[in-house]
């Protein structure tokens, strides 16, 4: 994905807030879009376009930057939010912040602070999607997995013995030793602490074990 | 004269003097009443003899006893005049109702008549209250006596009653302007109760003029009776009586007069009809003798001479009286009657004939006093009735005017035909009284006939007439305001000390100049466009400007009566510097001013957090344009990017200005304005104010809407001052509005303007949470009122101030939305109320 793809889209009630930001990343060399109000723009953004969104935390006639904030998670967009307002209080900042604002900007702030905001948010949209890339292809390789090898993985790494293990599945112990090299071997993993960590990894990820989830892939 | 009656001769035939009698009795112009009274009497004695030592004190402690003698008295008889007088239709109805004349302040002088009729006077003579059957309060003039032989049973009591009312109430008026006057002189500072009262005596002057004429109800009701008749007329009427050839004919002390049935040019003494006519066509005053009647041989005579005032304009009632008059010759001559009864009526009479106080005397050419035809009071006055005629008429003058006495007769002697010789008076006893003499030629040998008059309460009039003129003039020329008289066409007539000093000019120069000269050229257009209000009583006060004698302006305030100035109408200016009040005013007016600045700089307080916001987003994009071109300048491709540039130089260049519309916006409202008026028109006023406030309203989410009148509606007003009271009420609904909590409703601003007819109506609605419970929204309008703890709570009473001095109405109250709407109105005019 290139730096390039990546699309700032702004959001401001004052056009000419609207446009001088448009004209800063603009001659940056990036794409930008610009809306009057958080709706529009809402209209515009159906799918997860890489980028990010610099918005007016108070807009008339229109949703806040904050409620748009929540509008997008609620849609399951992660694009990053830059927000700008001309007189931010406390409350405001802070509801901003949690709901992953990347930053709250004043509208005193200078040319560089708002573009290395700009240029941070577009850097976080690259790291989520590339996060994102990583747990699709742990999750990818984990389901090579046959449901024999599923269950030598969770035993593996829970720490239990090769001969434990044979005993407990009531296989040869040579068996055992055969899938658990195609487990490392599919998972890409080179070693057992390396599964362990992709395994908790994709737990994470998952928000269950892996193995629930392995065992029923349409959950998600 | 008092023995007028007493010597009279045998006479007849009675029957005929009776009936002539009666007549004269019932169509007489003076009220008579014949009483009797012998119950009355009886009664007293009763009361005496229960052994009541003070019969006066008596009666003044039982008022109730004194009551009960108005109905004892037993009438006999009533003339005409008589019923007249207390409004009684028949003699039957006043027979019953006569205690009806007495109320309780009739009393005392009932009871003090009764008490000195008791103690033996005959003769008593007062003035009183009655009253008419129909419940009105009458002043009369009584003279009562017993006819002779009645004098101890009261059988026979002869009354003559007089109406002075109108006597009486001038004289209480006038009693009531000496109190003013006094009150006035107590307090000069009361110019305008002078004015007042001025224009009252203008207004009361043929009451007044009456009232000092009518000195005696006598002499009054005389000039009453010659008041309707010329010269001429009179003697027409003369020479058409049949009974005119009637004259005294006395060679003694006693009067006497005689009757001619047949009268005859020989018989007639001579000179006496001579000397009636020409009094009638010389005197210019008039005066009135009814001389009485004497016999000689078997007739009987009555004598009138009537001497004639021109008046004109006769009321109705005087007309009346005239005419009842003239009847009355005509019937005096008529008849003759029985001499029995004559000596009664004539005694009647006489009490009636004596009240003529006018003395006719004819004198001869040496002054020796020849006879005297009239004039009780002149006889009883002078003491001497019995030997004028051994006295020559200048022996009755006082010293130091005997000459000028001498002189007058002496050129009516020489024939001038002295028609209205106007007489100083002569102080006959003592000086304390008042005669005036006139003479007429009589005859070729010199005699004249000399009418005297007793003038003192006249002269006393004329005096303090004299006193209260003197008054109102050191009132007026002490006035602290300055006083004009001045005609309808703006001459002045007359101005006073304070006058001369606010034009710095003397009497002389005021008097006569006009009064446009007085105040400055631009009022001058105004003050002719008043002179008709001003006659018509339409205006009665204004404020204008004169010019004083440097050409300074000094603001005035004018109050206006009408008068009459010397029988024209004319207009009394009270003129008041007001200079010290206008500075007063123009200081009151700077520290609302400065008021009204510091308020504005307040409310920009309030304002600014707003301002901060609009301007903040044009200065940021500012700079971000600012950097962006910097940055596309200092590319490689800059020529490429050129358009773009210049295109980025225009975003700036619009707003840089956007920011300098609103600096410049709210610099102009913080500023302190010139204050004036100009013609504005309303909806830039509303959108100045509406500009103020929408960042304040856009930060608070408030939406502000308008509805405006569709025809441009200019009006003349202090704009800055009428711009505040928008803003503050606009800063008011925002403040309002942002102070409630989160509200379901979108908050709103909405501001109407409609005009109608002279007024433009303002209103501000907005649906904040209104007033408190309880809160009275007048209590807006006070000063340091305040429900919020920021603001001074000044901005509504600055706005009630703001909007009074341009003539409008401010109120508040609480509308359907439970928010508050404020409603202003103003004048188109700008004027502050309806004068101009």
């Known amino acids: 994905m290139e730096v390039t793809d990546q699309i700032v889209f702004v959001i401001d009630d004052d056009e000419s807030v609207r446009d001088s930001i448009a004209a800063l990343v603009d001659i940056r060399g990036l794409k930008v879009e610009t809306f009057a109000t958080g709706e529009s723009f809402l209209t515009r953004y159906s799918e997860d376009v890489p980028g990010c969104v610099v918005t007016d935390l108070r807009i008339e006639h229109g949703m806040t930057g904050i409620e748009l904030q929540e509008e997008l998670a609620n849609r399951g967009f992660t694009i990053p939010v830059v927000v700008i307002s001309a007189y931010a209080n406390v409350s405001n900042a802070v509801q901003a912040m949690n709901n992953g604002a990347v930053t709250l900007l004043e509208k005193n702030c200078t040319t560089d602070e708002l573009w290395s905001s700009i240029v941070e948010a577009l850097q976080r949209d690259r790291d989520n999607r590339q996060e994102r890339q990583e747990h699709e292809d742990l999750l990818e390789r984990f389901s090579k997995l046959k449901p024999e090898e599923v269950e030598v993985m969770t035993r593996i790494v829970r720490g239990t013995l090769n001969k434990v293990i044979a005993h407990d599945l009531k296989i040869s112990l040579r068996t055992v030793e055969t899938r658990r090299h195609n487990i490392l071997e599919k998972t890409g993993s080179d070693s057992v602490a390396e599964l362990v960590r992709a395994y908790v990894q994709l737990e994470t990820v998952l928000g269950r074990s892996p193995e629930e989830a392995l065992a029923s892939p349409a959950g998600s | ?836």
């Not at chain 2, 009006?715 to 009271?725: G, H």
């Open chain 2, 1 to 836: 004269m008092t023995s007028f009656a007493s010597d009279i001769p045998p006479f007849s035939p009675v029957d005929l003097v009776q009936e002539r009698y009666e007549q004269l009795f019932h169509s007489s112009p003076v009220a008579l009443f014949e009483h009797d009274w012998s119950d009355i009497r009886q009664r007293l004695n009763e009361i005496v003899d229960t052994g009541i030592d003070d019969l006066g004190e008596w009666l003044k402690s039982h008022p109730e006893e004194l009551i009960e003698f108005g109905p004892r008295m037993q009438i006999v008889d009533v003339n005409q005049a008589g019923l007249r007088i207390y409004g009684a239709d028949s003699i039957e109805e006043f027979r019953v109702r006569v205690g009806e004349v007495f109320r309780e302040d009739s009393l005392e002088s009932l009871r003090s008549h009764l008490v000195s009729r008791f103690l033996g006077r005959n003769h008593y003579e007062t003035e009183n209250v009655h009253y008419t059957l129909n419940g009105d309060r009458i002043y009369v003039h009584v003279i009562v006596r017993a006819a002779v032989g009645y004098e101890e049973s009261w059988d026979r009591i002869l009354i003559s009653v007089a109406d002075i009312t109108s006597r009486r109430q001038a004289e209480l008026l006038r009693d009531g302007q000496r109190q003013v006057l006094e009150q006035l002189a107590a307090d000069r500072s009361l110019p305008d109760v002078l004015a007042c009262l001025t224009g009252e005596i203008e207004k009361q002057s043929p009451d007044l003029h009456a009232s000092i004429y009518d000195i005696d109800q006598t002499t009054f009701q005389m000039h009453l009776l010659a008041a309707g008749s010329t010269a001429g007329e009179i003697s027409t009427l003369l020479d058409s009586s049949p009974a005119l050839d009637v004259f005294p004919s006395s060679t003694t002390d006693e009067v006497r007069l005689e009757l001619f049935d047949e009268p005859s040019a020989e018989n007639r003494p001579p000179g006496l009809i001579d000397a009636v006519r020409r009094t009638a066509r010389h005197c210019d005053y008039g005066c009135g003798l009814l001389a009485p009647i004497v016999t000689t041989g078997t007739q009987c005579v009555g004598v009138l001479a009537i001497f004639v005032r021109n008046h004109s304009n006769l009321t109705q009632h005087e007309e009346g009286v005239v005419a009842d008059f003239r009847r009355l010759t005509g019937l005096v001559f008529s008849h003759s009657e029985r001499r029995d009864a004559l000596v009664t009526r004539t005694s009647e009479l006489q009490s009636i004939f004596a009240t003529y106080p006018d003395a006719l005397l004819r004198v001869a050419a040496d002054g020796t006093i020849l006879e005297l035809y009239s004039g009780r009071s002149m006889g009883a006055d002078l003491g001497v009735v019995g030997s004028w005629t051994r006295n020559t008429i200048s022996s009755l003058v006082s010293t130091e005017d005997g000459h000028r006495f001498r002189d007058a007769m002496s050129r009516v002697a020489a024939g001038s035909r002295l028609e209205s010789v106007e007489f100083s008076l002569y102080d006959i006893i003592d000086g304390t009284q008042s005669f005036e003499a006139r003479f007429v030629p009589l005859e070729e040998n010199g005699e004249q006939i000399v009418i005297f008059r007793d003038v003192t309460r006249l002269q006393e009039a004329e005096r303090e007439l004299g006193q209260v003129s003197e008054r109102f003039r050191y009132l007026f020329d002490n006035s602290p305001d300055a006083i004009f008289v001045e005609s309808p066409d703006g001459v002045v007539l007359d101005a006073n000390r304070a006058a001369c000093d606010l034009h710095q000019q003397r009497r002389e120069q005021l008097v006569g100049s006009s009064v446009f000269d007085l105040i400055p050229a631009d009022d001058r257009e105004a003050a002719a466009g008043r002179v008709m209000p001003l006659m018509t009583g339409e205006i009665t006060e204004f404020e204008s400007n004169s010019l004083s004698g440097n050409g300074t302006v000094i603001p005035v305030s004018v109050r206006i009566s009408t008068i009459t100035y010397d029988g024209d109408p004319a207009l009394l200016l009270h003129v008041r510097d007001i200079s010290e009040r206008k500075e007063e005013e123009a200081r009151r007016r700077q520290q609302e001013l400065q008021l009204a600045h510091v308020s504005r700089l307040t409310m920009m307080g309030q304002i600014v957090a707003g301002i901060a916001h609009e301007i903040r987003q044009p200065l940021w994009s500012i700079s971000t344009f600012v950097d962006v071109c910097h940055e596309a300048l200092s590319r490689d491709d800059v020529t490429d990017r050129l358009p773009r540039i210049r295109e980025l130089i225009e975003r700036l260049v619009k707003e840089t200005r956007r920011v300098n519309t609103i600096t410049s916006r709210m610099f102009s409202f913080a500023r302190k304005g010139m204050p004036g008026r100009t013609p504005v028109r309303v909806t830039d006023l509303v959108d100045e104010a509406v500009g103020i406030l929408e960042s304040r309203a856009r930060s608070n989410r408030i939406e502000i809407t308008t509805k405006l009148p569709d025809e441009p509606v200019m009006i003349l007003c202090d704009r800055v001052l009428i711009e505040q009271t928008l803003v503050n009420l606009l800063n008011n609904a925002c403040s309002a509005l942002s102070t409630e909590a989160e509200s379901p409703q979108p908050s709103t601003i909405h501001i109407e303007v409609e005009q109608q007819l002279e007024l433009v109506r303002f209103r501000v609605i907005d649906n904040g949470p209104g007033l408190p419970e309880g809160l009275d929204p007048e209590q807006l309008f006070e000063g340091f009122f305040t429900t919020s703890d920021r603001g001074m709570g000044i901005g509504l009473a600055l706005c009630h101030s703001f909007v009074e001095d341009h003539g409008g109405t401010i109120r508040a109250e609480v509308n359907e939305t439970g928010g508050m709407t404020f409603e202003f109105t103003l004048r188109i005019d700008g004027e502050s109320d309806g004068s101009h």
